[in-house]
Antibody
Framework: QVQLQQSGPGLVKPSQTLSLTCAIS??????????WNWIRQSPSRGLEWLGR?????????DYAVSVKSRITINPDTSKNQFSLQLNSVTPEDTAVYYC??????????????WGQGTTVTVSS | EIVLTQSPGTLSLSPGERATLSCRASQSVSSSYLAWYQQKPGQAPRLLIYGASSRATGIPDRFSGSGSGTDFTLTISRLEPEDFAVYYC?????????FGQGTKVEIK
């Protein structure tokens, strides 16, 4: 059974860096059939995909245009986890942040396992 | 970026009734890349349907998905008390992911 466990601070000051980690159990961050995503949710923006990292003989990243200049998602193979860093945060970045596994099945692609969510507030 | 528009915003129904939720895309979406999720308050989204019409593991057969191109539908044949929640469609396209704004199914 695959599980994702999120960790990281719930309060970040404006202009600083938001950092979250998602620890994977039951699967590998280096899997050739999965991708590892970060999504956030706020009342004003709904569910917003931020980006993903995945391994297909080498590491790849895809990022949402809205955060591309500020975001980094990194795998950590030694700890079987992946991380989110979002720089120069503003109160608009206040949201519940989720990590999720994306898998590719014969019938389609989907996010079948989600972390528990981390509420992050950007405030001084 | 592909925009997904869900309708209606809110659906007020009674247990036992049929729910029909719509998801319309701003451009054509491969059926392989269209999924539906259910979310209850305080919980993460839960995968219901992937590939437009395939039920995820453990999802009851009262949930079904259909559609192609730009128009997709999630149908709940007979609403159970635990089905009252918010439902989102999601698509993958050009290495980017977008979600619809959600349809809330509430008890009438």
């Amino acid at each position: 059974q695959v599980q994702l466990q999120q960790s990281g601070p719930g309060l970040v000051k404006p202009s600083q860096t938001l950092s979250l980690t998602c620890a994977i159990s039951g699967d590998s961050v280096s899997s050739n059939s999965a991708a590892w995503n970060w999504i956030r949710q706020s009342p004003s923006r709904g569910l917003e995909w931020l980006g993903r990292t995945y391994y297909r003989s080498k590491w790849y990243n895809d990022y949402a245009v809205s955060v591309k200049s500020r975001i980094t998602i990194n795998p950590d193979t030694s700890k079987n986890q992946f991380s989110l860093q979002l720089n120069s945060v503003t109160p608009e970045d206040t949201a519940v942040y989720y990590c999720a596994r994306e898998t590719v099945a014969v019938a389609g692609t989907c996010m079948d396992v989600w972390g528990q969510g981390t509420t992050v507030t950007v405030s001084s | 970026e592909i925009v997904l528009t869900q309708s209606p915003g809110t659906l007020s129904l009674s247990p036992g009734e049929r729910a029909t939720l719509s998801c319309r895309a701003s451009q054509s979406v491969s059926s392989s890349y269209l999924a539906w999720y259910q979310q209850k308050p305080g919980q993460a989204p839960r995968l219901l349907i992937y590939g437009a019409s395939s039920r995820a593991t453990g999802i009851p057969d009262r949930f079904s998905g259909s559609g192609s191109g730009t128009d997709f539908t999630l149908t709940i044949s007979r609403l159970e008390p635990e089905d009252f929640a918010v439902y989102y469609c999601q698509q993958y396209g050009s290495s980017r992911v977008t979600f619809g704004q959600g349809t809330k199914v509430e008890i009438k």
